[in-house]
Nanobody, 119 residues
């Protein structure tokens, strides 16, 4: 069984910074990619950033230049450094995993962590 544990959300003023972490554990054979998505009430979940096992990154246009995704392959952990936060970044942030587990391909969402940016 594979699990994702997220941490690092909270309340911050506009212009501030937060760092999210997501650790994958369990019967993982290999990880293809990990990423972060976010969702606000009444809207679809949207991509924030992803990173492949080879380190290739992809960002939503709205966060380019402000957010940085990174990964520690030895810890199966992905990070999202969020700088210059804006009120419109307020959302529940979800970690996403695309991996091969012992019992086959696995795609998993984290439980979500709230990020609130006050103006």
């Amino acid at each position: 069984q594979v699990q994702l544990v997220e941490s690092g959300g909270g309340l911050v003023q506009a212009g501030g910074s937060l760092r999210l972490s997501c650790a994958a554990s369990g019967s993982i054979v290999s990880i293809n990619a990990m990423g972060w998505y976010r969702q606000v009430p009444g809207k679809q979940r949207e991509l924030v950033a992803t990173i492949t096992s080879g380190g290739r990154t992809n960002y939503a246009d709205s966060v380019k230049g402000r957010f940085t995704i990174s990964r520690d392959n030895t810890k199966n952990t992905v990070y999202l450094q969020m700088n210059s936060l804006k009120p419109e970044d307020t959302a529940v942030y979800y970690c996403a995993l695309d991996a091969l587990a012992v019992d086959g391909p696995t795609k998993l969402w984290g439980q979500g962590t709230q990020v609130t940016v006050s103006s």
